[in-house]
T-cell receptor
Framework: GAGVSQSPRYKVAKRGQDVALRCDPI?????LFWYQQALGQGPEFLTY????????KSGLPSDRFFAERPEGSVSTLKIQRTQQEDSAVYLC??????????????FGQGTRLTVV | SQQGEEDPQALSIQEGENATMNCSYK?????LQWYRQNSGRGLVHLIL?????REKHSGRLRVTLDTSKKSSSLLITASRAADTASYFC???????????FGTGTRLTVIP
């Protein structure tokens, strides 16, 4: 596709339920990022992949959060035993760093997760 | 915690006026970027300024960067109602690939 695609757009989960959020980056983009955005706040970095390698997961808030990108394209962010504080918009972005570090990032529309 | 902070948090202006928002950050950077976010949507890249640049223009946008003060400003000239959105600065720290976003400025342009 032309842009970064995320699914589902909206997810309501009962507290304690596991969820999986999907990201399809722009074809050929090496770098993939996950961000968490609480209401009224800026995006907070969660994790970064270069191809299939997870090079930075310093932003993951707890061991309930897990991300993977097994073939270097599609990525999944999994949250186990969801809690109410996990309610947020989860944004995926991809970029092509061959132009250098911290190049322009292309964002998906996000998945709005509500834990009830 | 977030790397940068925008100022003001919210700004309301009349259509046709200029809007200026500021960003301060904490560490050395490769570049600084500005993004726009409409309500309920993803972020859209507006402009990137490298650490060795002081000013950059793109259409009605003008960005300045002062690395000695660790600050940047975004000027939108001749604002339009369609410019209503949240604006975020994002810094690309030296030695890292990810971006750190500020807290955002909510701009409202009144027709």
């Amino acid at each position: 596709g032309a842009g970064v695609s995320q699914s589902p757009r909206y997810k309501v989960a009962k507290r304690g339920q596991d969820v999986a959020l999907r990201c399809d980056p722009i074809s050929g983009h090496v770098s993939l990022f996950w961000y968490q955005q609480a209401l009224g706040q800026g995006p907070e970095f969660l994790t970064y992949f270069q191809n299939e390698a997870q090079l930075d997961k310093s932003g993951l808030p707890s061991d309930r959060f897990f991300a993977e990108r097994p073939e270097g394209s599609v990525s999944t962010l999994k949250i186990q035993r969801t809690q109410q504080e996990d309610s947020a918009v989860y944004l995926c972005a991809s970029s092509n760093p061959r132009g250098g570090q911290n190049t322009e990032a292309f964002f998906g529309q996000g998945t709005r997760l509500t834990v009830v | 915690s977030q790397q940068g902070e925008e100022d003001p948090q919210a700004l309301s202006i009349q259509e046709g006026e200029n809007a200026t928002m500021n960003c301060s950050y904490k560490t050395s950077i490769n570049n600084l970027q500005w993004y726009r976010q409409n309500s309920g949507r993803g972020l859209v890249h507006l402009i990137l300024i490298r650490s060795n640049e002081r000013e950059k223009h793109s259409g009605r946008l003008r960005v300045t960067l002062d690395t000695s003060k660790k600050s940047s400003s975004l000027l939108i000239t001749a604002s339009r109602a369609a410019d209503t959105a949240s604006y975020f600065c994002a810094t690309g720290p030296t030695g890292a690939n990810n971006l750190f976003f500020g807290t955002g400025t909510r701009l409202t342009v009144i027709p």
